[in-house]
């Protein structure tokens, strides 16, 4: 069974509403699928939160991943293994410019 999924057109009334709020900001972003993998792996780990910030080095709005554990905190202890991952790279740049949420058509 498929859950939390949306029809194209509501995702891209989202979309457009946020552009239009936000006219510069970052439009998406490409996570590679092994920063899922990876935090999935980790121990106690059933979900994933995205922290969004700024890089001070170049102004880029970034998404910072953390597994989250059954309860709700996010896992956060390097020495447990359980880390930050920052390996998201915004559009623009890094974008599907045929994707109908890119093109909102």
Same mark, same amino acid.
């Given at each position: 069974?498929v859950e939390?999924? /949306?029809? !194209? ?5 989202? %979309?457009?509403?946020? &552009?239009?709020?936000?006219?510069n900001s970052? /439009? ?6 092994i920063d899922?993998t #990876? !935090?999935?792996?980790?121990?106690n780990? $059933?979900?994933? &939160?995205?922290? $969004?910030?700024?890089d ?6 970034k ?5 989250v554990?059954?309860?709700g905190?996010d896992l ?5 293994? #359980?880390f930050?991952?920052?390996f998201?790279k915004?559009?623009?740049t890094?974008? %599907?410019v ?8």
């Amino acid at each position: 069974m498929v859950e939390n999924v /949306i029809p !194209l057109k509501e995702a891209q009334n989202w %979309a457009k509403i946020y &552009r239009e709020k936000n006219p510069n900001s970052v /439009i998406a972003y490409l996570v590679p699928g092994i920063d899922f993998t #990876q !935090l999935l792996k980790e121990k106690n780990v $059933v979900n994933i &939160r995205a922290y $969004v910030g700024i890089d001070p080095e170049n102004g880029l709005q970034k998404l910072m991943l953390v597994g989250v554990d059954a309860l709700g905190n996010d896992l956060i202890n390097p020495e447990n293994g #359980q880390f930050i991952y920052d390996f998201s790279k915004p559009c623009p740049t890094e974008c %599907a410019v045929n994707s109908p949420l890119f093109t909102l058509k």
